[in-house]
């Protein structure tokens, strides 16, 4: 059973001819491009900047189920939820589609933590953050 999610961002990304592998399908590890794209889009329309200075979102897991391969020609429907915010970080979830077909062909979770760059050690996440994901 999950925790409470709301979606928070949609996006579309082309596959490109490189994102393929031997196989013929998108690589594993473009998936984890095409997460992190939304989650610095997100991150940016908030307001924030994902560049290491003061306090920062730094990704402290990440995981992703594959479920369907994905090829080339196609565009990529990323969507990204986030759960319930704690004292310094965000549970992130995401679902991956091609456009235009309702089919789920990955999903990813992962964890945003705020931290002190000079230090390394975590700190409260923003308060407009909190604020955006508990309305």
């Known amino acids: 059973m999950h925790s409470p999610r709301k979606l928070v961002l949609s ?5 490109r001819w490189g994102d393929m592998d031997a196989y013929g399908h998108v690589n ?14 997100y991150l940016e329309k908030l307001g924030f900047t ?5 306090a920062a979102p730094v990704i402290i897991n990440a995981s992703c189920t594959f479920l369907i391969p994905m090829n080339y020609p196609g565009t ?7 759960g319930q915010p704690g004292r ?10 091609l456009q235009g077909d309702d089919t789920l ?21 923003p308060d407009s953050l909190r604020a955006e994901l508990t309305s």
């Open 105 to 125: 062909y990955a999903t990813g979770d992962s964890k945003i933590v705020w931290m002190d760059v000079a230090t390394g050690k975590s700190v409260p996440i």
């Open 50 to 54: 994902v560049l290491p200075r003061g």
């Open 76 to 82: 990529v429907e990323v969507r990204m939820f986030c």
């Open 11 to 15: 996006t579309l990304i082309p596959i």
């Open 28 to 41: 594993n590890t473009i998936y984890f491009r095409y997460m992190e794209q939304i989650r610095v889009e």
């Open 88 to 97: 310094s970080s965000v549970p992130t979830h995401y679902e991956l589609r």
